[in-house]
């Protein structure tokens, strides 16, 4: 029974995969809205083939909302504010609460439209009633269709994963190289960012280092951990604090207020011509970074030395 238990205790704070598009939460949402409604549309499981085409449309339209709503509102409770550490017992969890608070809110919801809502707002008579087993056939199918997706997106995550790898590979051996893209030595120093908390500390090599991102009152820095998987650190610090620590480090570059980016990660540039804004885009990261007016033509020149 103890190594029971301590066999489970190892497993729960075991590292997971946080990926791509578990970490593009709104991404994930519109998958999961997409996923559920193709589902139930398609499929027409348990009470649904019971009733018409529009009836069908407004439960299956609003359980597709319910269960998006669900994974968000897990995701709140469960997602770490640290990225540093996404364990099996936070992924459990986060999928877990997402599995229950959809079942409830999906029974109750649909009691409320097949009993109430039908007749009296939408004015459909003859509704069939549910069943007695309404409650609990209702959590199979949310544990199935839920299951369903979660491999979906684990198995998209982990597919990234290994692409991402390649290209990080071949960045990384290029970083160790004795020439790299912009002249640099070949040495990869360590950089320490400091949060003002105690417990907020990230040590990493500069070529792990993608990029460090301004919100609020806290700093969101991108990084390649050792696997190279993308990960984040959320320290609470300002970003002239941030730049000040890595002053000393050439590679990096503070392009926008809010952003500060390792320049041998550099991608391509492109300049809106309407509203006269210009952006950036890196390696292993996904979104695309403003760069201030004053600083998009030494943002340029790098991309033009790295293609000589």
């Known amino acids: 029974m103890k190594k029971l238990i301590k066999d489970l205790k190892e497993y729960l704070v075991r590292e997971s995969l946080f990926g791509y598009l578990m970490h593009n939460t709104y991404k994930t949402l519109i998958f999961i809205f997409i996923g559920i409604f193709c589902i139930l549309m398609f499929f027409q499981p348990y009470i649904l083939s019971n009733y018409d085409l529009k009836p069908q449309l407004i439960l299956t339209t609003g359980i597709s909302f319910l269960g998006c709503l669900s994974y968000a509102f897990s995701f709140l409770i469960f997602s770490p504010h640290n990225k540093k550490r996404w364990t099996k017992f936070l992924e459990i969890g986060l999928f877990g609460l997402c599995f229950l608070t959809a079942w409830l809110s999906v029974w109750l919801y649909t009691v409320i439209h097949v009993n109430y809502l039908f007749e009296q707002f939408y004015g459909y008579n003859d509704i069939p009633m549910l069943p007695d087993s309404f409650f609990i056939v209702l959590f199979i199918y949310t544990i199935g269709i839920g299951l369903l997706l979660y491999l979906i997106i684990h198995s998209f995550d982990i597919f990234l994963s290994f692409?991402?790898?390649?290209?990080?590979?071949?960045?990384?051996?290029?970083?160790?190289?004795?020439?790299?893209?912009?002249?640099?030595?070949?040495?990869?120093?360590?950089?320490?960012?400091?949060g003002k908390n105690e417990n907020e500390l990230l040590d990493i090599d500069i070529s792990q280092f993608i990029a460090a991102?301004?919100?609020?009152?806290?700093?969101?820095?991108?990084?390649?951990?050792?696997?190279?998987?993308?990960?984040?650190?959320?320290?609470?610090?300002?970003?002239?604090?941030?730049?000040?620590?890595?002053?000393?480090?050439?590679?990096?570059?503070?392009?926008?207020?809010?952003?500060?980016?390792?320049?041998?990660?550099?991608?391509?540039?492109?300049?809106?011509?309407?509203?006269?804004?210009s952006f950036l885009?890196?390696?292993?990261?996904?979104?695309?970074?403003?760069?201030?007016?004053?600083?998009?033509?030494?943002i340029q020149n790098k991309l033009s030395e790295k293609k000589k």
């Open 213 to 277: 991102k301004s919100d609020g009152h806290y700093i969101k820095v991108f990084y390649l951990c050792c696997n190279k998987e993308f990960k984040q650190f959320i320290l609470r610090n300002s970003m002239a604090n941030i730049e000040q620590q890595l002053i000393n480090v050439e590679q990096t570059y503070r392009c926008h207020k809010s952003y500060i980016i390792n320049l041998n990660y550099l991608k391509s540039a492109y300049t809106n011509s309407i509203k006269k804004t």
């Open 163 to 194: 692409e991402k790898q390649g290209k990080s590979d071949t960045l990384l051996s290029n970083l160790a190289s004795n020439k790299t893209r912009f002249g640099y030595a070949s040495s990869t120093p360590k950089i320490t960012l400091k």
């Open 281 to 298: 885009r890196l390696l292993n990261y996904s979104e695309d970074i403003p760069v201030s007016p004053k600083k998009i033509v030494f």
